[in-house]
């Protein structure tokens, strides 16, 4: 049986940081492309930030760029979200995804599609910042 398991949420501050890790049981990370999304009630799920299976080829939400890093650690098999600098508008309920689509064009851009498993999902954690 696989389940995802997002951690690291909370209340902070705006201009706080805080980091969110991700990891599973009944499932490998390694050599799977993986993700973070938001969502706030009564909004579409947001696309914030993937990794390819080896971390060469990462995509961000313009919102995030310059403040959020993704990374992961194969060995752990755990994804993370490094948040600096945030934002009230940053409040939601972040979702860590596995088996996400990371696609890199040849103009350098990038884009990050979520997965079509529903057990590849976590059950999110609260993000709230406050102003």
Known sequence: QVQVVESGGGLVQAGGSLRLSCTASGLSFDAMPLGWFRQNPGKERERVSCINWNGATTYYVDSVKGRFTISRDSAKNTLYLQMNSLK????????????????????????????????????????????
């Open 88 to 131: 009230p508008e940053d409040t939601a309920t972040y979702y860590c995804a596995a088996g996400v689509r990371v696609v890199k064009y040849y103009s350098g851009g990038t884009s990050c599609d979520p997965p079509n498993r529903e057990d590849f999902w976590g059950q999110g954690t609260q993000v709230t910042v406050s102003s």
